[in-house]
């Protein structure tokens, strides 16, 4: 089982940038797909993006698209999301997830190593 330890949140503006990590711990994270996920208070678990094992493909929410890109270092055993222009409906907690699930999972179910989180928030 890997486990998996989010940093880089904060507070920040509407239009900044940010850059958040997930790092791997126990098992090296080659063998997994990787995700992105945010929830706020009251909502579901919703999925921002996700990549395949070596990086070759991403995929992404419609609602994160261009704005976000998906990256990792198997070799440091992280993974990360660069955000830009950030708004204030992208607050939440963000969580990093791995998943042996073939194809590009984007449901919270499909994903089963998952680490505490990290705070985004975003003002106006």
């Known amino acids: 089982q890997v486990q998996l330890a989010e940093s880089g949140g904060g507070l920040v503006q509407t239009g900044d940038s940010l850059k958040l990590s997930c790092i791997a711990s126990?098992?090296?994270?080659?063998?997994?797909?990787m995700g992105w996920f945010r929830q706020v208070p009251g909502k579901e678990r919703e999925f921002v993006a996700g990549?395949?094992?070596?990086?070759?493909?991403?995929w992404y929410a419609d609602s994160v698209k261009g704005r976000f890109t998906i990256s990792r270092d198997n070799a440091k055993n992280t993974v990360y999301l660069q955000m830009g222009s950030l708004k204030p409906e992208d607050t939440a907690l963000y969580f990093c997830?791995?998943?042996?699930?073939?194809?590009?999972?984007?449901?919270?179910?499909?994903?089963?190593?998952w680490g505490q989180g990290t705070q985004v928030t975003v003002s106006s």
């Open positions: 997830a791995a998943t042996t699930v073939v194809g590009q999972p984007a449901t919270a179910d499909a994903f089963y190593s």
């Open positions: 126990g098992r090296g994270i080659r063998s997994y797909r």
């Open positions: 990549i395949m094992r070596s990086g070759e493909s991403t």
